[in-house]
């Protein structure tokens, strides 16, 4: 069992922790997505570099790093679906190979999310894109979308499940401090729909 758990732990950070967004950057736009906006690996960034698909593909690699160490742990160890979860999205936060300064992981969640649950995963994409189109806000429609899915989760049976979805609640408001500042100031940049 100490095996297993070792193994699902390694495996879905090394899955979480590969940096698309600075991979990517760096291949077809040649510069460190670091140096650029929020200094965030993450899509949201990408795009300030105006670079659509660069920025569609770098948050279609990072929703589907959360995906796939959800459907192998849950093909081969069910019991540690939650685990594996917890460390794609710490990886992509804390990646090792950019001395642990990732991204804010919403694409990542997005896609655990999806992996664990069809429903609420489609929940946090609507409410994200109704909250976006009124605010024109990507950190808050993140946090309001999180912290949604989040109360939605008591309908379910699963206590894992709630358990989960409230720690990825605290850590995406973690990763959103600085926007929650900025937000409270009023200087949060908006995003253009």
Known sequence: MIFEIFLVFFLSYLSGSIPFGYILTKIFIKKDIRNIGSKSIGATN????GNKLVAAST????ILKGIIPIIVT????PNLIY???LMALLGHIFP??????????VATYLGIVFAL????GLIFCISWITIAFITKYSSLSSILSAFIIFLISFLETQIELKLYLFITFVLILYTHKLNIIRLKNKIEDKIKL
């Open 74 to 77: 849950n093909y081969y160890f």
């Open 96 to 105: 090792v190979w950019l001395k642990f300064n990732g991204g804010k992981g």
């Open 117 to 120: 649950s069809l429903k609420l």
């Open 83 to 85: 685990l594996s979860g």
């Open 59 to 62: 948050l279609f690699f990072d």
């Open 46 to 49: 990408v795009l300030r570099t």
